[in-house]
């Protein structure tokens, strides 16, 4: 590889980090802002609450046009083991990072 080869490999190595680097920050800044909310859907998943909405939703008592999603047995389920998952990867990301 020539010095103008090698710079223009290393500038694509650095455009397309930067850019990564730059949606991760984003994407871990509006990760941050709804920490408070999956905290929320968890308190509420198990909460007699989410029972009782659910067996409502179940026994047709909710209107018909009510967007429950939330009621769904695996929804929020999913939503916070994929969220234990991601913050164990970021983990292991790190640790990576740290050990080198």
């Keep these: ?30 990760y941050a802002s709804i920490r408070k909310d999956l ?15 659910y067996d409502d939703m179940s026994a047709g008592k909710l209107p018909s046009d009510l967007k429950c999603g939330i009621l769904s047995e695996d929804g929020i389920y999913d939503l916070l083991n994929d969220d234990t ?11 990576k990072y740290i050990s080198g």
């Design 85 to 95: 998952d991601l913050v164990k990867t970021m983990l292991d990301e790190a640790k």
């Design 39 to 53: 905290l929320k859907l968890e308190k509420y998943y198990t909460s007699d609450r989410w029972l009782k909405d």
């Design 1 to 30: 590889m020539n010095q103008i080869e090698r710079i223009e490999s290393m500038e694509k190595l650095y455009d397309n980090s930067r850019a990564v680097i730059d949606e991760l920050s984003s994407a871990l800044a509006k």
